[in-house]
């Protein structure tokens, strides 16, 4: 029946755009992180490359 058809590609298009956002989402989140975090070496807590040393302990940092 066209009316099944319909729905179907209806649905099969909603699934694509949900899928699609997730990925821009993901991508773009991925891309903040790696711009504003800098985790320490030595210690893994996220800090700033700003600073030559780690604000939480004091570890010079690279770059
Ligand atoms: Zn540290």
């Known amino acids: 029946m066209p009316g ?36 320490c070496p030595a210690c893994d807590r996220p800090t700033s490359r700003a600073y030559p040393r780690c604000k939480h302990c004091d570890t010079p940092l690279e770059g």
């Open 4 to 39: 099944d058809v319909l729905i179907r590609d209806v649905l099969e298009l909603l699934i694509v755009i949900a899928v699609g956002g997730m990925v821009v989402s993901a991508i773009g989140r991925l891309r903040r992180r790696e711009i504003e975090v800098y985790r």
